[in-house]
């Protein structure tokens, strides 16, 4: 996330509502994402979504990192390393997305909003996806976030690369059964992937 703030070339969905807020209320990019993170879970509640070690992991150690990471990070000039500092950012992303799934410690606040609604309405994931992702998309330009070409990039790519690296971590982790493996628990059912992609399952703590 920090990379990808520090590359200046378009944020993904909820980075750009996350950096929209910022430029709207004096507080740093990584505590508008714990607080979001805890004004989400509050949604949790009529859902019946319960939280797990990696949600509340999720809400305090991602802000925190991002913060760090910017405090840390240079400002680039260049436009060619601005651009490959974003790719680089989304790869990095899928890889922690798919450790993070496969330890099926739980859903962070924003994908377990997505599964709680998909399961509660019986939309599929892709819908409820999209509209969410649309919606803080939407609020987060309106606000003065970052739309371009990163968030292009990420909305395309992020479903595909986490696919693609799954069987690096399948049988290995938890949240990732091989047709070998033994079988989930009932309460850990598998949906379509993080994109909405029908591509392949993967857990619902997405």
Known sequence: MAVMIRAAV?????????QGVTRQVPMSFGTVTVLT??????????LRQ???VGTVSNVVLVGVSVDAGLWLLPHWESVPVRVGA????????????????????GPGP?????????????????RVRT?????VLSVG???????????????VAIGPLIQLMIPLVAGRLPGFDTPSSPRRSPGAEATPGPAGS???PVPSGV
Do not use: K
């Open 131 to 135: 509209i969410l992702e649309v919606s």
């Open 10 to 18: 378009g944020l993904d969905p909820w980075d750009v509502f996350h």
């Open 86 to 105: 974003m790719m680089l950012a989304v790869v990095l992303n899928a890889l922690a997305s798919v450790l993070y799934i496969g330890a099926g410690l």
């Open 141 to 155: 330009w309106l606000l003065g976030g970052s739309v371009g070409l990163g968030t292009v990039v990420y909305a």
């Open 37 to 46: 993170g805890a004004v989400v879970l509050l949604a949790w509640i009529p």
């Open 110 to 126: 924003r994908d377990g909003l997505m599964t709680g609604l998909a399961r509660r309405t019986g939309w599929s994931i892709r």
């Open 50 to 52: 319960w939280p797990g």
């Open 198 to 200: 029908e591509d392949g």
